[in-house]
């Protein structure tokens, strides 16, 4: 069994769809393609997808010394996926444009390196789009060093990550620089979403 070595939980803010997972001074999202519907990252930087345009989200960390037993089959959480970031610093943290670095621990407890981040999702459909005052999505970050290595999918249930996936995968023109980070498939996303929910 790996070693829980810290554990916190609170509020984030989203904007913009996101929070940032990053070393100190970055916070220029990438362009990107989210081709597994929740996390994409570039060395010093990762994103998280959320369902809420802005607002915050509850969040719990947990970070361990080695790597983590696969989840179980159960349904508690619609979307978890494990994915590889790489801190530059030593210092990632989670962050949000408008609050900064909410009160919750350094995410790379080993300093500069890979590791990997099994995150887990639920609640992204609920309020899709809008603006919330009070948490309507739950994510958990469980966090190990790791060496990089590809996504590994446990569960995709919502309908958020598979608009956005489908998105990324039908029209990855669509992330031209001169549309802003993410734009295309954030639209591409959005009309396939409230075409299903007019």
Sequence with gaps: ??????????HVRVEYHAFHLADSGEYVQPPFLPE???????PGLAVVLTGVSSGPVSLTVELFRSAVPPPGSDAVWDEIVEHSVESV???????ALMDDRPKLPVLTAFGPAHYRIR??????DHAYDAHVTEPVEDYLLQVWPGRQEPDLVYRHSDRYGQTTRQAAHEQPQQAAPHAGP???WKRAASDRLHRRNP
């Design 1 to 10: 069994m790996s070693e829980l070595i810290a554990k916190a939980s609170g």
């Design 182 to 184: 993410g734009e295309g």
């Design 36 to 42: 597994n519907g929740l996390i994409f990252s570039r």
């Design 89 to 95: 610093s030593g210092d990632m943290s989670v962050t």
């Design 119 to 124: 995150v887990h999702a639920r609640g992204r």
